[in-house]
């Protein structure tokens, strides 16, 4: 089984972020990249927001959204610069905030630097209050999420990129730098029945955070990915202790892949930096840990 990062420090997510990550910046956050590109994992996440209400932050519910998100295509970038291996996963791009073509500059640039190590992940967003800011479109966010993900599909790896939709056209026009990979992998976000299906439809995998074996095993039960190679990258909905009880975490991981993850994130116990490392590198050393 690959298994993925999904970074600490970038993002706060009450109730669930450790308390070292406070005060934990850049240098954390390389120092695991590292390490993650050492041991062979997949990938490395960093998620996106602009501007949040206080109030995201206020509530300790479980899965509350937090406000401290930092910017992925900076940190990418960074990360990009301290290792060579692993991949760079946007995990997620809020498409309603951006041109295709802006992205297609942006994380087209950071596949070159990179050498080709770009992820695309999106989604189509919930934050209305963000929406609003931004001067966003709310109301038809997913129509104009699936036409951007077909426009990034034109876009992605072209010098002189064509497309004609009802939201976006472009054509004659030079996007240079572009994408390193004649085909950028595109990750859908998302929970609901329609980020399965525009998945599935639009993209090259599913993204559906954290689920156990028998909620993925269902939501995937008609699912039939349009893309050759689809990846279902699950994390885990219970944090895993490898170091402690390493036979615990094989069976979670080994029954996320029997259900159909292709790559799994777990979510980790730890408190601290060496600790989280402690816990990548018992990660590694599972029977079910397949090197990227």
Do not use: N
Request: hydrophobic share 40%; with cysteine; net charge negative.
């Amino acid at each position: 089984m690959r298994m993925g990062i999904s970074t600490p420090v970038v993002l706060d997510i009450p109730g669930r972020s450790a308390a070292w990550e406070q005060t934990a910046g850049i240098e954390e956050i390389a120092r695991i990249a590292e390490v993650g590109d050492r041991l062979g994992f997949d990938h490395l996440t960093c998620s996106e927001h602009v501007a949040l209400g206080e109030h995201s932050a206020s509530t300790m519910l479980k899965g509350g959204r937090g406000t401290r998100y930092w910017d992925p295509l900076a940190t990418l970038s960074y990360v990009a610069a301290r290792t060579t291996r692993i991949r760079l996963c946007t995990s997620v791009i809020v498409l309603g905030y951006h041109h295709p073509l802006a992205l297609a500059k942006r994380y087209g640039t950071l596949d070159r630097i990179s050498g080709g190590r770009v992820v695309l992940g999106v989604g189509v967003g919930t934050a209305r209050e963000e929406f609003e800011l931004l001067g966003a479109s709310f109301t038809d966010r997913g129509r104009r999420a699936d036409e951007s993900i077909a426009a990034l599909r034109a876009a992605l790896g072209q010098r002189m990129p064509e497309f004609e939709g009802k939201y976006f056209q472009f054509a004659d026009l030079v996007v240079d730098p572009y994408a390193m990979q004649d085909r950028m992998p595109i990750w859908v976000g998302g929970v609901s029945d329609a980020a399965l299906r525009r998945a599935t439809r639009f993209g090259d995998g599913w993204i559906p955070a954290a689920v156990t074996a028998a909620q993925l095993r269902d939501r995937l039960r008609e699912c039939e990915p349009a893309a050759t190679e689809f990846d279902v990258v699950a994390g885990t909905a219970q944090e895993l202790d490898p170091s402690s009880s390493p036979q615990r975490a094989e069976e979670v991981i080994g029954e996320l892949g029997a259900a159909g993850a292709t790559i799994v994130q777990p979510r980790l116990r730890h408190r601290s930096l060496t600790e989280y490392l402690e816990q990548l590198d018992a990660l590694s050393r599972l029977e079910c840990f397949t090197p990227a």
